[in-house]
């Protein structure tokens, strides 16, 4: 199913599609883009914290898909599998293992950090980070459970960096009836 899923993606091209596609791959290389956005929030005393810890999520997200699991599962990219006959689009397809795709733990670990610095754009980061991630598929080098492997790693990741719910989810006790509630 995942062979057959890789192929139904990325055997159809357009070519003003395929310019987009690898400028969103070309921004997780080297989570790159989630560092620049937590140091332009340094700058920003209420967000230095959250822009921080951003880094740090994405950063260890990073070192745990690209220099923990990717070496323990050693999953072929479909774009040195032959029978996979994938179109790449990339001029040097990576040779690093396939899972858990790197772009998408490190995108999804940056949207969710991301998020708590700019609530604000909380959607913009998401797309990208969709973007990011289908983008691999797209381009040939990563199979659709790369891309959910990685989502989850990142999640995790994130989760675990950013102490797990953002503070605005969190429901406050009320006081039992009759009584007065004091902060």
Same mark, same amino acid.
């Given at each position: 199913?995942?062979?057959?899923?890789?192929?139904?993606?990325?055997?159809?091209?357009?070519?003003?599609?395929?310019?987009?596609?690898?400028?969103?791959?070309?921004?997780?290389?080297?989570?790159?883009?989630? =560092?620049?956005? $937590?140091? %332009? #929030?340094?700058?920003?005393?209420?967000?230095? *914290? !959250? @822009?921080?810890?951003?880094?740090? &999520?994405?950063?260890?997200?990073?070192?745990?898909?690209?220099?923990?699991?990717?070496?323990?599962?050693?999953?072929?990219?479909?774009?040195?599998?032959?029978?996979?006959?994938?179109?790449?689009?990339?001029?040097?397809?990576?040779?690093?293992?396939? =899972?858990?795709? $790197?772009? %998408? #733990?490190?995108?999804?670990?940056?949207?969710? *950090? !991301? @998020?708590?610095?700019?609530?604000? &754009?909380?959607?913009?980061?998401?797309?990208?980070?969709?973007?990011?991630?289908?983008?691999?598929?797209?381009?040939?080098?990563?199979?659709?459970?790369?891309?959910?492997?990685?989502?989850?790693?990142?999640?995790?990741?994130?989760?675990?960096?950013?102490?797990?719910?953002?503070?605005?989810?969190?429901?406050?006790?009320?006081?039992? *009836?009759?009584?007065?509630?004091?902060?």
């Amino acid at each position: 199913m995942d062979a057959a899923l890789f192929t139904a993606i990325n055997s159809v091209h357009m070519p003003a599609l395929d310019a987009v596609m690898l400028g969103a791959s070309w921004l997780g290389y080297f989570p790159g883009i989630w =560092f620049l956005l $937590g140091a %332009a #929030a340094l700058g920003w005393p209420r967000g230095r *914290a !959250a @822009a921080f810890r951003m880094c740090l &999520a994405v950063a260890f997200t990073y070192v745990m898909a690209s220099g923990v699991i990717k070496p323990i599962v050693g999953r072929v990219r479909p774009s040195h599998t032959p029978s996979m006959a994938a179109r790449v689009l990339e001029a040097q397809p990576p040779w690093s293992a396939s =899972f858990p795709s $790197g772009h %998408a #733990a490190t995108a999804v670990a940056g949207a969710m *950090a !991301a @998020a708590r610095v700019v609530p604000g &754009a909380t959607w913009a980061f998401w797309m990208l980070a969709t973007l990011m991630a289908y983008s691999r598929v797209y381009v040939g080098v990563h199979y659709p459970s790369d891309l959910l492997g990685g989502a989850l790693l990142g999640l995790a990741c994130a989760w675990l960096v950013l102490g797990g719910r953002h503070p605005s989810t969190w429901v406050r006790p009320r006081a039992p *009836a009759g009584e007065a509630h004091v902060p």
